[in-house]
DNA sequence: CGACTTCCATAACGGCTGGTATATAAGTGA
DNA sequence: TCACTTATATACCAGCCGTTATGGAAGTCG
């Protein structure tokens, strides 16, 4: 026997797709954020009822860091892909045009989910945020390294600070995420993306 | 009679300061957001009871809205004063550097108010949340007609956009006010700052 | 001293929060 | 068919949310 471990799901079946729940979920934290998310948000969304939901996910915070983790594995993996670029304009380019396609897409909500979840909350949304600050925190670090091979390559003039030029992208990104989130136009997000690289320094 | 109406309170007298209590609560606004703020948070902070404060601000929006006039007038008016730098560069620095000692100031909470109240909210908040977005809208729309005269002044080249270099410098003093949320350091965030201005064009 | 007005303190309101106990339905294997 | 396992549906929990009614305290005015 047990010829097929996964062949042999005991008890009665899951009536809903789990990864179908978490793509709604995301949706759902993506456009109100953790705290301004509900259960009845969520679960209206998911189109599960709350039982099914802890059984499947455990609870809210598991479910939104699942989510989190869909969000940079299909959506936000521009950033990582940014960094492969041969140049350091290169990296700039692809990051700062991922984000405009992710931020302004008709089909997602507007915004960046980790922008929107690390800025304040109250007390018990503490923790969710200081996971999303350290996964930021992550892709910085990766920037900066790039930028520092950038400098040895001589993408740049050496008097300008690597981690400073890191800094700056990510933080034209976020604001570029917070005013996508307050109803910017993709046009006039692109009219920043242009403005942005037109000032961009070296190759 | 009435020869001073102000000198005739009827009536129980209040026993704390209202102006005090409004900074207090702007406090925990600026900590926690809007919706992160409680009404037992902010009674706590202000020293007040929650009648007491119903009764002085009428109700939680209006408190904040209050609060929010208090911000503007007191913390961000570095904004309004930057525009009348001589010249573009100058409204760059001066906004930036306000922003630095705002945003890192040991006093107050770190980040940005209205940033922090622009992002996704739940149902509730929403109606807050615009008339944040709204102050913000103002702000660029005299920041874009800053930058046209400074255009026709010749502070930088006639092919940079002075509508995207508007947006541009509010993109960088919103991302800098999401990474002093997540807890960057003014060292950190001086870097960004000099870095942008050192990428910043004309005069 | 009262009459009047305003403010403070307690306590409670209905409604929503995230989370769960219970009972039933739907599948497995023997 | 019958035990066993797992998922679903309903209903419910204690606790917090923003808000307010009630009773008494602290003032001014006549």
């Given at each position: 026997m047990e010829v097929d471990a996964a062949t042999a799901p005991k008890g009665r079946p899951r009536e809903f797709c789990v990864d179908a729940a978490l793509a709604a979920a995301l949706r759902v934290f993506w456009s109100k954020g953790y705290e301004g998310a509900s259960m009845a948000d969520l679960t209206e969304a998911m189109g599960i009822t709350k039982p099914s939901l802890y059984a499947a996910f455990g609870n809210k915070e598991a479910l939104f860091n699942k989510a989190l983790d869909l969000y940079e594995r299909e959506k936000a993996d521009f950033m990582r892909a940014a960094?492969?670029?041969?140049?350091a304009r290169g990296v700039a380019e692809r990051l700062m045009y991922g984000a405009l396609d992710l931020y302004s897409c008709p089909d997602n909500p507007d915004g960046c989910l980790e922008v929107i979840n690390s800025v304040a909350c109250g007390a018990e949304a503490e923790c969710v945020r200081k996971a999303v600050v350290a996964r930021g925190a992550a892709i910085q670090q990766a920037m900066r390294e790039r930028f520092a091979r950038a400098r040895d390559a001589g993408?740049?003039?050496?008097?300008?600070?690597p981690d400073g030029l890191a800094q700056f992208l990510i933080a034209v990104n976020q604001g570029m995420a917070v005013q996508a989130g307050a109803g910017a136009t993709r046009a006039e997000l692109e009219r920043l993306v242009e403005t942005s690289l037109k000032l961009w320094p070296g190759r």
């Open positions: 960094l492969e670029a041969p140049t993408d740049f003039s050496a008097d300008t600070n």
